[in-house]
């Protein structure tokens, strides 16, 4: 089947968020649509699987107009959507799952879940999946959950199928599986629309590129093109992908940590006996796919979790016990992974955000009052310094967007006098220019001698920061190893595996 | 687009990333959703409060003209004789209005200037405990926290005022500040206890400063009526002895008028919190919780510790109005009904005025306006008194909703975050 959005506009009050957009899909083809978070990418799937509906432009399929009112309809039209986050009820079977909404039922209304088992098996084995019909959906890995979710499309006769930045939340591996069943769909004369915003994945596996930024459409690109080239189409401007950094001016251990144990209220184990240590200037890099205990990991080191046991040592003091606010003045530098709940308030101006965690003494405070010029004249500095692009220094943190938003906490972070910094997803949800900015902040961090751990699950940020590399997998350290350690390496290490002939 | 970014469609906003959701239950302080729905309330901005006082006037318009005796019995004819119908609805209306006016700000029909601005410092005198009252609740607003607690804390207060009032013999200079002191501190420790239950066991506020309304409001019933505690001695009502001369505020402006030294102390209040919240690091780290608890804690403020202080303070407010009552209104003696109802009229000023101490100034004048006017329009114009706490609980309720006061002035919905 083929799909055709012809001049495709949506706007959100005065916001054009998709403006005049065209776009073909070929039966047998991956069309790859790449941009950066915010572009327009997902408003323009939710106009075509009927979620949205377009003020301007038609969804053309088969050179027949269709008008969705709903995703019931775009479904029935033979659109399938792979969402990022999976539409699965986790307590139900597979089979379960890929009959809902679409119950063939029998007598009196009994459900026939025989046959949508035997369906189930039926895609299963046409494309190899090797999804057990009657697994419970929670206990399967993400990646396998993910063919449910393919499954389920599939099932009710998908000819075009959409997968929206599907690989967010996959290990490398099963990002390279993941491909190859987009390879062996695109063979089955599917059509695929894959959304994405890495380049990577882009170039593996797309057979056309369209770019979009702002909401319009800049250009289309052959899957050869070059990283650099997709990205500066990208973002509108050349972009440096690679971090330039020198080899480590390695100091004494700084950080020490050992055995470090983190149990939840409820009594979860989420990190057991990690022990590392960091040097002065070196930056170590902590691996894994989401949910292996790196968020516990960081929030341990800054004093947020409430169940600690081991020791955490910082130029030979003790950590562990310690108030968040005796660590954070004792020179830890946070960058928090999620930093629109732990690390801006929206609702304060850039300027108060800058002094969130020196709110106690000077430089900003004198005997319980605030001193509002001499942060007012901090603030201009900072937004000059970090380039923060805002109106004024009085505009709301809620208001940036995401790069800016995260310029203002590494800003605040960085302006004090550090004895680490603890770095978590520090680019996650930026745009490329801002990525840019940031890991030269972080580098740049590191040379001046103040040891570095950054929490990533993006490979690409691991391999451009580290000198060495710390993976985490269920709680625990699968192993440290070098900074140039292959990717594919990483990538095995990443699933609990060790490989033997890594250095540990 | 200059500079900034616009954020991205409302799709993208909504839509979490993938990172947003975490295995871990470590959060046990996420801003709930009812926080940010009372942010929301509590931060409206100040167009919406001028049009909920409007539809409400409104509103209530259509309340008098519908209770008014003429009204209805030219409605019996009001297709033979439209006219008579209007002019009675008019009259009503007008006649209420300029009634409430008469009773709060001016009165043109006396004849000496003092008695013409009477009716001013009436509406200052039921001004000052609003004001002090509505402080305590918008502060505890500022730290999202809702305290329903004005009742027991101003009981509390009052009793605490009241003992010190009859009992101790001391010269008016020591006297009537240690009486107000005690009023503050025993609404400091009423609301405090709500704070350190929320911040030691996360016990949710509204329901513990609800219930210690019950709690406090029978304690003083109790002491009130038991010899050797509160009860004035020979008597067998459940009031106090009258308050000495020296523990009462002195009025500001002679004899001739009722208006005392509570509201002189309401606008200091207003000073003090205004400074406390715009100029002091305390109140720094009070919005910072309120606003996103989670980004407070990761940057080293003990959210715990917030929640007691900001609830000492607002209590201490919210014992000033005690005090204001005991040792100013009625000094006749503390009875259960000393809070006449400011604990919870404290809520709807600390709304109005949107938790902005400026805000709760004028929101505080409005009802104490309404107060004093109320009982002229009764007066004069026999509208029932309940017709004014109609317009005063709808402005209450338009406040509360802001969709539907922008639904119906089809104002811009806010800006997606």
């Keep these: ?16 968020a998709n403006d005049d957009i065209s776009l073909e899909v070929l039966p047998g083809e991956v069309h790859c649509l790449l941009g950066e978070n915010g572009a327009g990418k997902s408003t323009l799937m939710n106009v075509l699987y009927g979620l949205y509906q377009a003020d301007e432009g038609e969804i053309v399929l088969d050179d027949v107009v269709q008008h969705f009112s709903g995703p019931g309809d775009a479904m029935a039209a033979g659109i399938g959507m792979v969402h990022q986050h999976f539409m699965l009820i986790p307590v139900f079977t597979v089979t379960e799952n890929v009959m809902l909404g679409n119950e063939s039922t029998g007598f009196a209304g009994t459900l026939d879940a025989d046959a949508a088992r035997e369906r189930v098996r039926e895609i299963s084995a046409r494309f190899g999946f090797h999804v057990d019909p009657d697994a419970i959906v929670e206990e399967l890995p993400v990646g396998v959950q993910q063919r449910v979710e393919i499954i389920k499309a599939l099932s009710r006769d998908a000819e075009i199928l959409v997968f929206d930045e599907p690989t967010a939340v996959l290990t490398p591996q099963e990002t390279d599986e993941l491909m190859e069943i987009m390879r062996q769909l695109k063979e089955a004369g599917k059509a695929i629309v894959f959304i994405t915003h890495k380049l990577r994945e882009v170039r593996a596996v797309a057979d056309r590129i369209t770019v979009i930024r702002r909401g319009a459409v800049v250009g289309e690109a052959q899957p050869t093109a070059t990283n650099a080239d997709l990205a500066a189409l990208m973002v509108g401007r050349p972009v440096e992908l690679t971090v330039h950094k020198d080899a480590p001016q390695l100091g004494d251990e700084s950080l020490v940590v050992k055995d470090l144990r983190v149990v939840d209220a409820l009594g979860h184990v989420h990190l057991d006996s990690i022990s590392f240590e960091i040097r002065a200037g070196e930056v170590l890099a902590v691996a894994g796919v989401q949910g292996n205990g790196q968020t516990e990991l960081t929030e341990a080191l800054v004093g947020l979790q409430d169940h600690v046991e081991g020791s955490i040592k910082l130029d030979g003091k003790e950590l562990v016990g310690k108030s968040v606010r005796r660590i954070l003045d004792s020179g830890v530098g946070f960058i928090p992974e999620d930093r629109q709940a732990d690390g801006l308030v929206g609702g304060f101006s850039i300027a108060e955000n800058l002094m969130l965690n020196r709110s106690f003494r000077s430089p900003f405070v004198k005997r319980g009052a605030l001193r509002g010029d001499a942060l007012e004249a901090f603030a201009r500095e900072k937004l000059q310094e970090y380039d923060v692009r805002a109106p004024d220094i009085h505009t709301h943190a809620g208001k940036l967007s995401g790069g800016n938003q995260q310029k203002v906490v590494v800003a605040r972070e960085l302006s004090r006098d550090l004895r680490l910094l603890v770095a978590a997803q520090p680019t996650r949800g930026v745009d490329v220019g801002s990525i840019e900015f940031i890991h030269k902040q972080v580098i740049a961090t590191r ?51 060790r490989p033997k002939d890594v250095v540990a | 687009m200059s500079g900034t970014e616009t954020p991205p469609p409302a799709p993208h906003a909504q839509k979490p990333t993938p990172e947003g959701e975490e295995a871990s239950g470590a959060r046990p302080q996420g801003p709930s959703r009812s926080q940010s729905v009372l942010r929301e309330i509590a931060s409206g901005n100040a167009l919406a409060g001028v049009l909920a006082v409007f539809l409400a006037v409104l509103v209530g318009s259509v309340m008098i003209a519908l209770t008014d005796e003429e009204v209805r019995a030219s409605a019996g004819y009001v297709f033979a004789r439209p006219g008579d119908f209007l002019q009675a609805t008019w009259d009503a209306i007008w006649g209420a209005y300029t009634a409430l006016f008469r009773g709060a700000v001016y009165n043109d029909r006396v004849d000496d200037f003092a008695t013409q601005i009477r009716p001013l410092t009436e509406t200052l005198k039921f001004a000052g405990p609003l004001i002090a009252a509505g402080l305590g609740v918008g502060l505890a607003f500022r730290a999202s926290l809702f305290n329903i607690g004005g009742r027991g804390q101003m009981l509390l207060a009052g009793a605490a005022a009241g003992w010190v009032s009859f009992t101790f013999d001391l010269p008016m200079i020591v006297h009537l500040p240690l009486a107000i002191l005690a009023a503050m501190l025993a609404g400091a420790l009423w609301a405090g206890l709500a704070g350190l239950l929320k911040a030691r066991t996360g016990a949710h506020e509204v329901i513990v400063t609800i219930m210690l309304n019950y709690v406090g409001y029978y304690l003083v019933f109790y002491a009130l009526s038991r010899q050797g505690l509160l009860q004035a001695p020979g008597s067998s009502n459940p009031k106090s002895a009258p308050a000495k001369e020296s523990a009462i505020l002195p009025d500001v402006l002679g004899e001739r008028f009722n208006l005392h030294l509570g509201f002189v102390l309401a606008l200091v209040a207003v000073a003090g919190v205004w400074w406390l919240l715009n100029r002091s690091t305390l109140g720094y780290r009070i919005r910072a919780v309120g606003e996103n608890p989670t980004a407070a804690r990761a940057s080293g403020i003990d959210v715990g510790r917030t929640y007691v202080v900001v609830m000492l303070i607002a209590g201490a407010l919210v014992g000033l109005a005690g005090a204001n009552q005991v040792l100013g209104t009625v000094t006749s003696g503390v009875t259960t009904d000393l809070d006449a109802g400011i604990g919870f009229d404290a809520i709807t000023v600390a709304l109005l005025g949107r938790s902005r101490p400026l805000g709760i100034l004028g929101a505080g004048l409005l009802f104490g306006a309404f107060k004093a006017g109320g009982f002229s329009m009764q007066a004069s114009e026999g509208i029932p008194v309940d017709i004014v706490l109609v317009v005063q609980s709808l402005i209450v309720l338009f406040i509360a909703a802001p969709p539907l006061v922008r639904a119906i002035f089809r104002l811009p919905a806010k800006e997606a975050k």
């Design chain 1, 447 to 497: 040379d001046r001698g103040i040891p570095v751990l950054v929490v990533s699950t993006e490979l690409d940020e691991v391999v451009a920061l580290a000198d060495r590399v710390m993976v985490l997998y269920r709680g625990q350290v699968v192993g440290i190893v070098p900074g140039d350690t292959p990717r594919e390496t990483l990538g095995l290490m990443m699933t609990g595996e």
């Design chain 1, 1 to 16: 089947m083929k799909l055709v959005l012809r001049n495709i506009t949506k706007r959100f009050g005065s916001l054009v």
